[in-house]
T-cell receptor, first 114, second 113 residues
Framework: NAGVTQTPKFQVLKTGQSMTLQCAQDMNHEYMSWYRQDPGMGLRLIHYSVGAGITDQGEVPNGYNVSRSTTEDFPLRLLSAAPSQTSVYFC?????????????FGQGTRLTVV | DAKTTQPPSMDCAEGRAANLPCNHSTISGNEYVYWYRQIHSQGPQYIIHGLKNNETNEMASLIITEDRKSSTLILPHATLRDTAVYYCIVRVASRGGADGLTFGKGTHLIIQP
């Protein structure tokens, strides 16, 4: 049971570079989301999706893009990396609203922008 | 989602019960109480949730007061592996999970040997 898989686990970027953080789940979950966690803080929602083809912004969406072309995958794109985007990024998935019990999280991607 | 208040840190001796409080005085009738924990910067892990009745599973028990304005997560026999940040989250279940759990700073529980 893979659950929620995030790649890469670690990444160093230079300011201005772009990259895509990958997230895949094998539980046929409808809902997927991306969070960032800064040191000593709780997680903050970046973007989320309630199904293939549907995405919406969370609390801190600026500088990030998402798309959801399949149920399994929900990649997060950094358009032009900035030092303020240095953080740990978590992807999560859960079943749809009427059957919700819990969200499953990946192990995180640790991103440093220099 | 209703706001929650948790102590920033707590200690507990290994083998004893760990009782983690959470205040949610503005909770509304259709909001559930959820608990997650995060061990050493890993991804958060679901523990338990409840509406108004006490709940128990293999990990923990959740006690919700009759007026639902506060709750307590109980880890019955804490081990060193239970050292983590514990988050109390209140939300409407019908909104699902991955569309936005609101994480505060949680309680850093330290289990002492």
């Amino acid at each position: 049971n893979a659950g929620v898989t995030q790649t890469p686990k670690f990444q160093v970027l230079k300011t201005g570079q772009s990259m895509t953080l990958q997230c895949a789940q094998d539980m046929n979950h409808e809902y997927m989301s991306w969070y960032r966690q800064d040191p000593g803080m709780g997680l903050r929602l970046i973007h989320y999706s309630v199904g293939a083809g549907i995405t919406d912004q969370g609390e801190v969406p600026n500088g990030y893009n998402v798309s959801r072309s399949t149920t399994e995958d929900f990649p997060l794109r950094l358009l032009s990396a900035a030092p303020s985007q240095t953080s740990v990024y978590f992807c999560a998935s859960s079943r749809g609203a009427r059957t919700y019990t819990e969200a499953f999280f990946g192990q995180g991607t640790r991103l440093t922008v220099v | 989602d209703a706001k929650t208040t948790q102590p920033p840190s707590m200690d507990c001796a290994e083998g004893r019960a760990a009782n983690l409080p959470c205040n949610h005085s503005t909770i509304s009738g259709n909001e559930y109480v959820y608990w997650y924990r995060q061990i050493h910067s890993q991804g958060p892990q679901y523990i338990i949730h409840g509406l108004k009745n006490n709940e128990t599973n293999e990990m923990a028990s959740l006690i919700i007061t009759e007026d639902r304005k506060s709750s307590t997560l109980i880890l019955p026999h804490a081990t060193l592996r239970d050292t983590a940040v514990y988050y109390c989250i209140v939300r409407v279940a019908s909104r699902g999970g991955a569309d936005g759990l609101t994480f505060g700073k949680g309680t850093h529980l330290i289990i002492q040997p």
